[in-house]
């Protein structure tokens, strides 16, 4: 059975152009507007995944994202937008977006997004999917749901995690992020490796998502006095560990 996008996206000639795409691609597509339009149609037919313009007039792709997010729908969510400064693509983190794809953008990029946060759905839901091999090999999991390391703990089925006794409340990426760095703790993760691994696509050395995401998850798990947690080894990637 085909898998559902919604599209939201304002400029008619962009609009147009990847609804075909993307029906090409074997998608089945709804196509509006605008951010009222959006809310309405994720409402009455919940879609498998959504792509939103982030700037539409009225109701814009940000706030149609936290309106949903604010409503517990977990449905991942792709933002299209023409902001490339890291604070406005935080802003699209913060709304609880998934990914971002910066105008002018390849479609075969937005495709490549598209099939790693579905997969990631799918992973989450227990579906059997084909994953890129793990070339380092994961720290023993603790008896029980838990997995811990450096501090922290996480129950990956019921997706929570804790630093010390604080909950931590983390995007879907961000969470995925974390647990692979925690399975990792003490080894060193290359950006192909995380790149891989979490969105199932290496954008690049050009690509600034993973830095954007450590960046965010560090703003969630530093406190003031305690020891930083994920460390940056320069020219090679990212390590999970309590210095």
Known sequence: MSQTVLLAEDDRAI?????????LEG?????????????????????DVLVLDVMMPGIDGLQVCRVLRAEGDRTPILMLTALVETQDR???????????????????EVFAR????????????GAPVDLPKQ???????????????????????????????RELELTRTEFELLELLVRNAGIVLDHSTIYDRIWGYDFGPGSKNLAVYVG?????????GAPQLIHTVRGVGYVLRED
């Open 15 to 23: 609009r147009h152009a990847l609804e075909r795409a993307l029906t």
């Open 27 to 47: 998608y089945q597509v709804t196509a509006v507007a605008d951010g009222v339009e959006a809310l309405a149609q994720a409402h009455r037919t919940p879609p």
């Open 90 to 108: 935080i802003a699209g983190l913060d709304a609880g977006a998934d990914d971002y794809v910066v105008k002018p953008f390849d479609v075969e």
């Open 114 to 125: 598209l099939r790693a946060l579905l997969r990631r759905t799918s992973e989450a839901n």
């Open 135 to 165: 070339p380092q090999t994961p720290a023993p999991e603790p008896s029980g749901r838990l997995i811990e390391a450096a501090g922290l703990r996480m129950d990956p089925q019921a997706r929570r995690a804790w630093r010390g006794t």
């Open 216 to 224: 965010y998850l560090r703003r969630k798990l530093d406190e003031p």
